[in-house]
């Protein structure tokens, strides 16, 4: 079948078009000239074909080896790699060689590692929303993770939308707005929506490398404030690379305290 371009038809911006997508797709050589694209155009379909799977195996081959290759700087001593499910690791792989991007493959990496490190610790839903989130988003995601304060999970506490603490460390209203609309978060209608109601929790929870005594009464509620991590964004928001935000222990513990809960900071938990 001869090319559905025609022939000598194409100007500069469609000829440049359609190099832009055959370079993404790997057809070609690259560097390769005008004159020499418009003549592949003309080469029979099946040929074209072939070379263009030909070459898109090589590039997901090399996106999958570069991501496993990452990976294995994360194993834990006692990582389980072989406890992986078949069917996980099979839709892991048919995403994640799609990935050219390196700063994105090192998250992907992260992935695979914890999932090693933990088989179960990410569900394939998780896997979906990072197929379909960018750079700009896991950024979004990281600063997130600097209001999160760590229980037996990560639990985010925002008590104040658009308040200074958190706008000035990248977590405004259309930052969090964006995050819900993604997956990633849940905003509550009021803060009392959300809350930690253990009875009776006594216990240390931790705040990056500073450790906090947490003391509920019978019946008492320890508010998490307006936004909650939905399951995805609280697999994910463990990977991320993120470090304290400079006073926040301090708001995070008058906040408790003004709420009437015992807390005090530690210098180790017991």
């Known amino acids: 079948m001869a090319s559905p371009f025609g022939s000598g038809r194409l100007g500069p911006s469609a000829l440049a078009l359609v190099k832009r997508v055959s370079d993404v797709l790997g057809i070609g050589e690259e560097g390769q000239s005008r004159e020499a694209w418009r003549s592949d155009l003309q080469q029979p379909l099946l040929e074209r074909s072939q070379r263009r799977l030909k070459n898109e195996d090589l590039r997901d081959q090399q996106n999958l080896e570069s991501i496993t290759a990452m990976a294995v700087s994360f194993l834990n001593g006692d990582s389980t790699p072989e406890k992986i499910s078949d069917g996980w690791l099979a839709y892991f792989s048919a995403n994640a060689r799609l990935i050219p991007d390196r700063q994105t493959q090192m998250f992907w990496a992260k992935v695979l590692a914890g999932e090693a490190n933990r088989p179960g ?22 600063n997130v993770r600097r209001a999160c ?26 930052t969090l707005l964006h995050l819900d609309e993604i997956g990633l978060l849940n905003f509550t209608e009021v803060a009392e929506h959300s809350a930690i109601t253990s009875e009776g929790l006594r216990g240390c929870v931790q705040y990056f490398d500073e450790q906090i005594s947490v003391e509920l009464g019978p019946n008492q509620r320890l508010r998490t404030g307006f936004v909650t991590l939905t399951r995805t964004g609280e697999e994910l928001v463990r990977i991320c690379d993120a470090g304290p935000i400079e006073g926040f222990s301090d708001y995070i513990r008058r906040t408790w305290q003004s709420m009437g809960v015992h807390v005090s900071l530690l210098t180790e938990c017991a």
């Open 149 to 174: 304060i760590q229980f037996d999970k990560f639990v985010l506490f925002v008590y104040e939308l658009n308040g200074k603490i958190y706008r000035d460390n990248g977590m405004d209203f259309p």
């Open 121 to 142: 610790s990410f569900s394939r839903r998780s896997l979906a929303c990072l197929v379909s989130i960018d750079t700009a988003d896991l950024k979004m995601l990281a």
